[in-house]
């Protein structure tokens, strides 16, 4: 099992005086944590026009953290693919790769936040087709030689020959949890990522269902599957909740008025321990045993993001669970 932590969104919560440059230099200082302390993965998420600061540029933020660190992947996590130019996409990713020396990995996604799709003038409705062309055009970008791809929502000479080429196969990862989402992954993606709202069953049941599509309809080539689950590392299950609930109830209060586009004031109690029993966190060992589940019902092939940037946890306390995870968690589940 492969190891990594992230999601860096740089938000601001309200109770949060800092400027915004200094919430993105604790970013890179916990991206060379993650590095130092020889995890596998290193990732960013990406919204836009949000009122707290949510991270929108993905490819500046990965060329940042290839900048600072040596050896870790680095990748989004995921990239809203619907709203790129795909060939600047392209470019810029191979550049991300060229600096990193080949440790790229360019998750996407479809997206679901009508209000970001109005914004850029995007219709909603052509999400799927325009996911699936930006798949095909970064492909045809980065083989050898020309373009040799006409891309469907972007008016490009197919023979225009896209450069720099990236450092190495830039592996492409969806994302989603429906069935149309996991399938559409099987067949045209390096890899997929199980959202964390998706139990271990969950899980287990879309990965099942992207093996049977590769296998019916024999693709060929590695494909790897990513868990992406929030969580902490703490001295106990107490002290570990306690340091991230106030930035992971934050993040996912967020995320409820993202997905629904209404005002979310308070989370009910109700959701608020629902949440807390989705998540993960506790000592090394408590951490290490439910790392272990994903583990035996998937096998020893995943990569398993452990979400623990939690907006204003503060980043001492972030940079203690990542050593912790690295140096105490890790070894165990390798």
């Known amino acids: 099992m492969q190891l ?3 999601l860096f969104t740089c938000q601001q919560r309200p109770d949060d005086d800092r400027e915004t440059s200094e919430i993105y230099d604790e970013m890179l200082e916990l991206g060379e944590v993650i590095d130092n302390a020889g995890l596998d ?3 960013v998420s990406e919204h836009h026009f949000l009122d707290d600061d949510y991270l929108s540029g993905v490819t500046p933020a990965l060329g940042a953290l290839a900048a600072v660190t040596d050896d870790i992947e680095i990748g989004s996590c995921i990239a809203l693919a619907p709203l790129y130019d795909s060939i600047r996409l392209a470019e810029d990713i191979a550049t991300v790769d060229q600096i990193s020396g080949g440790r790229t990995t360019l998750g996407l996604a479809i997206g679901s936040n009508v209000s970001e799709f109005d914004a850029f003038g995007i219709p909603d409705d052509e999400r799927a087709e325009r996911l699936v062309d930006t798949v095909n055009t970064l492909r045809g970008a ?3 030689g020309p373009l040799d791809y ?3 929502f972007h008016d490009i000479s197919s023979d225009v020959t896209v450069t720099p ?3 190495h196969d830039v592996p492409l990862m969806l994302g989603g949890a429906s069935r149309p989402a996991v399938r559409r992954a099987a067949r045209t ?3 997929w990522c199980a959202p964390s709202s998706l139990s271990v069953g969950g899980v287990r049941k879309r990965v099942e269902d992207i093996r049977n599509v590769r296998d019916d309809e024999d693709i060929e080539g590695d494909f790897q599957v990513y868990v992406l689950q929030h969580g902490f590392v703490g001295d106990s299950r107490e002290d570990a909740w306690e340091r991230m609930r106030d930035g992971y109830l934050y993040i996912q209060r967020r995320y409820e008025e993202i997905f629904s586009g209404e005002t979310v004031a308070e989370l009910d109690e109700d959701r608020k321990q ?5 998540a993960i966190f506790g000592t090394p060992e408590q951490v290490t045993a439910e790392l272990e589940t994903y583990r035996e019902a998937l096998g020893d092939d995943i990569h398993f993001i452990f979400r623990t940037y939690h907006p204003g946890t503060g980043t001492q306390e972030m940079a203690e669970c990542i050593r912790r995870l690295g140096e105490e968690v890790q070894p165990k589940v390798r």
């Open 41 to 43: 993965s290193a990732w």
């Open 4 to 6: 990594g932590t992230g």
């Open 142 to 144: 980065w083989s050898d």
């Open 150 to 152: 006409d891309p469907e």
């Open 165 to 167: 080429k990236p450092a």
């Open 189 to 191: 993606a390096d890899a």
């Open 274 to 278: 629902e949440l807390k029993e989705q």
